[in-house]
């Protein structure tokens, strides 16, 4: 496959999966705000953070170095697919293995709430890491639909487990409140379930049907099963060690990903209630970097991962191929740049009036604003160091994997540490100021990796992040102008105060929009063409 075929499949997976994910944050939102009015901010805590955290803990720990190294297999048939087919099976007994470790950990080790306030705590912590094990069930047929580049699939898939989950949210929610946490293990084992459902069905019609590409690894059910070829080893060693290398980088990552919610769960820093304020802040902050700045991410590593060769100097690859990917790479983060400075700037002055609408005074009262103000400076690192990663992990050899993990062996630990510390001296903002300070060593870290990956070609791809001086200008009359209007009309005069407010913000939001259609053509271009179209045309 070419690098320009490899960019348009690509960008339809980025239009999809921007559709998917709008979709799971709308639901996702909506069910928050029903579920708030129904169940006390202690139960949201315990299930938005300790039993989420154990499932995607799981998850992660299981599958993720998998993930990685499965879009660096071959893309014909051959025996070397037996071998990448028969790894993709190992997430199974590895999750079994942590679901053990990790439900002990859970009922045994750490603090276990209060029954009166939230029921049913130890079954549920059972129901979750069984469903995280009923999802692993399906992971080769994931990671071969990702390689493949089934994107309607994913989206049909994930939507349908989405909706039936919440649909059995609400209904128990309103129907059997004193459940408690079963409600949401039910929800959570239902989702998964749909999942399995969904690729079990879909590859079965697949595999059956006369449309089944020649290219594609397997022809037959039994096909997908793991077994031995003409007496070669189960599994590929080169993949082996490379996905070795990726497990023990997620591992890091996880700590990095998920810091906060170690700290609240394992050292108690703050109570369920406020736990669950903070997660509800959180979901809502990270609203913007899940519906634009994930898909992009998860996609175009693929794309970057098929079109360049690990292993290989620049300058001795493919020229055309360098020439796409590093012009790629320049639109994303010409784009995550622009769109990381649009949110701080409106973040700043509609967080107190986004947190009273969504929640009433149990959000907006406290460190409520004040959090997600900070959130919206920390989505800026995140839309950076999302794509600069997505280029640095796609192109590592295995050497510079292995180097990069005791990298992120110190970030982990600088992490915890700070996040202690800052979390005694400001409560909760303390998590993201930590947050923000240890990506912005990542993002430094990526930086000098892709200056050193072009050093000496004609192509410089970091350009991208230097934004337009008559955007900056307008986008700090935008940050003065709102702020202004925040203190003026928001938010205790009654609602036709806030829609003065609403009014000013979408005006400046307007006139931003205008700038940048003005100054950043070639961006505004890339993503009318690639990103927002059905069927995008060649990258020139």
């Known amino acids: 496959m070419s690098a320009r075929d490899s960019l348009k499949k690509a960008s339809t997976n980025v239009s999809y999966n921007v559709f998917l994910q709008l979709m799971f944050r709308v639901l996702t939102f909506l069910l928050n705000a029903f579920t708030l009015r129904y169940v006390s901010k202690e139960t949201i805590g315990v299930v938005n953070v300790r039993l989420t955290l154990l499932y995607s803990t799981l998850v992660f720990l299981s599958r993720d170095a998998f993930r990685k190294a499965g879009p660096s297999a071959p893309t014909g048939t051959g025996p070397n697919w037996r071998q990448v087919i028969n790894m993709l099976w190992l997430p199974l007994p590895l999750g079994v293995m942590w679901a053990s470790l990790l439900v002990f950990v859970w009922l045994w080790l750490l603090e276990v709430p209060d029954p009166q306030a939230v029921p049913h705590y130890g079954p549920a912590v059972g129901i979750f890491a069984l469903a995280a094990v009923q999802e692993l069930l399906v992971e080769p047929l994931r990671v071969l639909a990702q390689i493949h580049m089934f994107v309607r699939l994913k989206v049909v898939a994930e939507s349908l487990a989405m909706i039936a989950k919440c649909i059995l949210t609400a209904i128990l929610v309103v129907s059997a409140p004193e459940w408690g946490l079963y409600i949401f293990s039910a929800a959570q084992f239902v989702y998964t379930g749909f999942l399995v459902l969904c690729y079990l069905v879909y590859f079965m019609w697949f595999l059956g049907s006369a449309d089944t590409e020649k290219r594609f690894p397997v022809h037959t059910v039994g096909d997908l099963l793991p077994c031995r070829h003409n007496g070669e080893p189960l599994i590929d060693r080169t993949m082996a060690r490379l996905t070795w290398s990726f497990f023990k980088q997620s591992f890091l990552k996880q700590i990095l990903t998920e810091g906060e919610r170690y700290l609240m769960t394992f050292l108690n820093v703050l109570s369920f ?96 604003p004040a959090l997600l103000r900070c959130y919206s400076c920390y989505v800026l690192l995140l839309a950076v160091n999302g794509v600069t990663e997505c280029f640095v992990f796609a192109t590592m050899s295995r050497e510079e994997v292995e180097r990069y993990n005791m990298v992120m062996l110190g970030l982990s630990g ?52 230097r934004p337009s001086p008559a955007l900056l200008l307008v986008l700090g009359a935008a940050a003065v102008v709102t702020a202004t209007s925040e203190g003026l009309f928001c938010c205790d005069g009654g609602w036709m105060f806030r829609m003065v407010h609403v009014a000013v913000g979408a005006g400046c939001f307007l006139g931003v929009l205008v700038t940048v259609l003005l100054t950043e053509p070639k961006m505004v271009q890339f993503v009318r063409t690639q990103l927002l179209s059905r069927h995008p045309k060649k990258h020139t």
């Not at 012009?327 to 990381?340: A, D, F, H, N, Q």
């Not at 001296?425 to 990956?453: E, P």
Request: aromatic fraction near 12%; charged fraction near 20%; hydrophobic fraction near 50%.
């Open 273 to 368: 209630g406020d736990q669950g304020v903070y997660d509800v802040v959180n979901n809502l902050g990270s609203m913007v970097a899940r519906f634009v700045f994930l898909p992009i991410e998860d996609s175009f590593y693929v794309f970057f991962a098929k079109v360049l060769e690990r292993e290989r100097d620049v300058k001795k690859q493919k020229q055309e191929d360098v020439a796409v990917a590093a012009e790629v790479l320049e639109r994303l983060l010409k784009l995550v740049l622009v769109i990381g400075l649009i949110i701080p700037v409106f973040g700043y002055a509609y967080s107190h009036l986004v947190l009273d609408v969504y929640g009433g005074s149990l959000l907006s009262s406290g460190q409520g």
């Open 414 to 465: 600088s992490f915890l540490v700070l996040s202690y510390v800052l979390t005694q001296w400001a409560g909760a903002v303390g998590f993201i100021l930590a947050n923000c300070l240890n990506l912005g060593l990542r993002i430094l870290h990526s930086l000098v990796y892709i200056h050193r990956y072009f050093q000496g070609s004609r192509w410089k791809p970091l350009r991208g992040l």
